[in-house]
């Protein structure tokens, strides 16, 4: 595991397979791991979550990332595995979800520490996940839109889609926005002063489309 942030470490899966890094948060009311494993597994990393106090919440950004590893992380440390019921649904084959959320925002567990939020345009049902962390507020936004090899990359190509999506942020107040991680990209994450304003322009001058 590697620290990037207070907190707030970076796992590759076994052999760096699958697509990249999952984020590992630390925090008082439990740990929580964003997986982002596809057909990838996080067991080598085992001993190390468990010396770092073990792990309370899966969660899932979208169907992409939920997969048997996430299942196989959640059994081992009697977490929740959680992604929106539209995810859920869209890979109810595959993996096996503790608890599905409807698309709405709304809080996860009694600390108040985890709040999931709609951000639809990668995929339909995405949730981000705003945590709070040694007293910031982190957005963990998944593929909805991320930084790699210097440059933003939209989840969706299209400037309409990636708008309405953002609508669900406008009054989200964080101090990072955390995309996902590429194996190579561990710091892709960006600190804001103004929440998602501050990147939306950038993210969306990105995107290849109307």
């Not at 760096?16 to 597994?41: I, W």
């Not at 925002?105 to 709040?115: P, V």
Request: net charge negative; charged share 25%.
């Amino acid at each position: 595991m590697l620290e990037v942030l207070p907190q707030i470490y970076v796992i590759p899966a076994n052999g760096q397979k699958g697509f990249g890094y999952s984020h590992f948060v630390r925090l008082p009311a439990g740990n929580v791991l964003l997986a982002r494993l596809n057909k990838a597994s996080l067991s080598d990393a085992f001993a190390d979550l468990g010396d770092a106090g073990g792990v309370r919440w899966v969660l899932v950004s979208d169907r992409h990332f939920g997969s048997p590893g996430c299942r196989e992380v959640a059994d081992r440390f009697d977490a929740s595995l959680v992604a929106s019921k539209i995810e859920a649904g869209a890979i109810a084959h595959r993996c096996r979800f503790d608890e599905t959320l409807a698309f709405e925002r709304q809080q996860i567990g009694d600390g108040g520490d985890i709040e999931a939020i709609p951000t639809p345009g990668h995929t339909k049902g995405q949730m981000a996940y705003l945590i709070t962390v040694d007293g910031s507020r982190c957005l963990f936004a998944g593929d909805f839109a991320y930084r790699t090899k210097g440059k933003w990359r939209p989840g969706n190509k299209s400037r309409r889609v990636m708008t309405k999506g953002m609508e669900n942020l406008r009054d989200v107040e964080f101090d990072y926005y955390i995309g996902c991680a590429d194996y190579g990209e561990s710091d892709s994450f960006v600190r804001v002063s103004d929440g998602i304003d501050d990147v939306a322009d950038d993210i969306l001058a990105a995107c290849t489309r109307d």
